[in-house]
C-alpha cells in the first residue's frame, strides 16, 4: 500500500514537471551536422563545455527562462541572416535590447565550440606589427579592439561601448584606403554580403588584409552550402588575390586575402554564391 502511494506521488511529480532530465537548452547550428558523439568530442578537445560555464538552472522557471531566451535568439539569428543590412539595422535600432537578446545566445552558443575564431583573428594580429590600423565589420562585443596593441575600427549594428561605431557595415564612416586589416568573424550575415566585402575594398590600402573567418558549413557545398571556390572567385574578382584557405578547424573556416595594387580593370560582374543562413536548432 505504502509502495503504490510513493509510486503514485511519483508519477505526479514526473507529470508536472515533464522532460526535468534535459534542464539546458542545447542548441548547436543546425547545418554543422552536429551528433551527439560530435558535442562530446568538443568537449574533450580542450575547449569550454556548456556544462562547465553555464549555471544549471535552479527550478523550473529558470528552465522556462532560458528556454524562452534560447527561442529569441534562435528568432533574431534568423532575421539577421535573412534580411539585408540596412533592415537589420532599422529592426535593432528600433529595439536595441534585442541587440543584448542575440548577443546573450550567441556567447552561450559559442561555448560549444572547442576554438573561437575570432581568438585566431587576435593572435594573427599580436603576431604582426601593431602600426596596422584594423576594421572590424560586425565586432559583437569587440573583443579584439580590446586585445590587441592596434587602433581598431569596431562596427556593429549597435552600439554598446563608446569605442563601437552603430552602423550598417556596407557603409561605414571611414575613409577609402584608409585601414590595413579588414576583419569579418562570424558577421557575413547579410543577405547583401557582398555590399559589406566591397566596402571592406573600399577601406582598406592596397596590400591591406582581409580576414574572414566563417561558419564551416555555410561553405560546404555537400550540405547545400557555397563552395568556397565560387566565394574566393568572387572575392578574387573584386580585387583581392587569395592568401589563406584554412578548413582545419571544425566548425569554422578562415579565408585570408590581400588587396591588389591595381584595380580591376575587368568589369565583368562578379558571381557571388550563396550564403545559407546558420540556423540553431533545439536539440
Ligand atoms: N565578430 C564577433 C561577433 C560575431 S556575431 C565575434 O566573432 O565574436 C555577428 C555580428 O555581426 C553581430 O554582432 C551582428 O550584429 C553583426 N552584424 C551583422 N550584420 C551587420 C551589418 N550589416 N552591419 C554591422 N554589423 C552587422
Not at 527561442?71 to 534585442?98: H, I, M, V
Not at 576594421?135 to 596593441?149: E, L, M, N, Q, Y
Request: charged share 30%; glycine share 4%.
Amino acid at each position: 500500500m505504502k509502495e503504490e502511494a510513493t509510486s503514485r506521488k511519483r508519477k505526479r511529480k514526473r507529470q508536472r514537471n515533464p522532460k526535468n532530465t534535459k534542464e539546458e537548452p542545447d542548441e548547436t547550428p543546425k547545418n554543422q551536422n552536429n551528433d551527439k558523439k560530435r558535442q562530446r568530442d568538443t568537449k574533450t578537445h580542450g575547449g569550454s563545455s556548456a556544462s562547465s560555464k553555464r549555471p544549471k538552472p535552479s527550478n523550473f522557471l529558470d528552465t522556462l527562462r532560458e528556454k524562452l531566451s534560447g527561442g529569441n535568439f534562435r528568432r533574431l539569428n534568423e532575421k539577421l541572416y535573412t534580411c539585408s543590412g540596412q533592415e537589420a539595422l532599422d529592426y535593432f535600432s528600433e529595439d536595441p535590447t534585442l541587440f543584448d537578446m542575440y548577443h546573450t545566445g550567441y556567447q552561450q552558443q559559442m561555448t560549444n565550440w572547442p576554438e573561437l575564431p575570432v581568438n585566431s583573428i587576435i593572435n594573427w594580429l599580436s603576431s604582426r606589427s601593431s602600426s596596422l590600423v584594423v576594421a572590424d565589420f560586425g565586432c559583437g562585443d569587440a573583443r579584439i579592439a580590446k586585445s590587441v596593441k592596434n587602433k581598431v575600427f569596431s562596427f556593429d549594428l549597435v552600439s554598446k561601448d563608446p569605442s563601437v561605431i552603430a552602423c550598417d557595415m556596407s557603409n561605414t564612416p571611414l575613409e577609402s584606403s584608409s585601414v590595413d586589416v579588414a576583419v569579418f568573424c562570424l558577421s557575413l550575415m547579410g543577405t547583401n554580403y557582398s555590399s559589406y566585402i566591397k566596402e571592406a575594398h573600399r577601406v582598406l590600402r592596397p596590400s591591406g588584409w582581409l580576414l574572414i573567418a566563417e561558419v564551416k558549413s555555410r561553405f560546404d557545398p555537400n550540405n547545400g552550402g557555397a563552395d568556397p571556390k565560387d566565394f574566393v572567385k568572387a572575392v578574387s574578382d573584386l580585387g583581392f588575390s587569395s592568401s589563406l584557405k584554412d578548413f582545419s578547424n571544425k566548425m569554422f573556416i578562415l579565408l585570408h586575402f590581400k588587396k591588389k595594387e591595381k584595380l580591376n580593370s575587368n568589369k565583368k560582374k562578379i558571381e557571388w554564391p550563396e550564403l545559407k543562413a546558420c540556423l540553431y536548432k533545439r536539440r
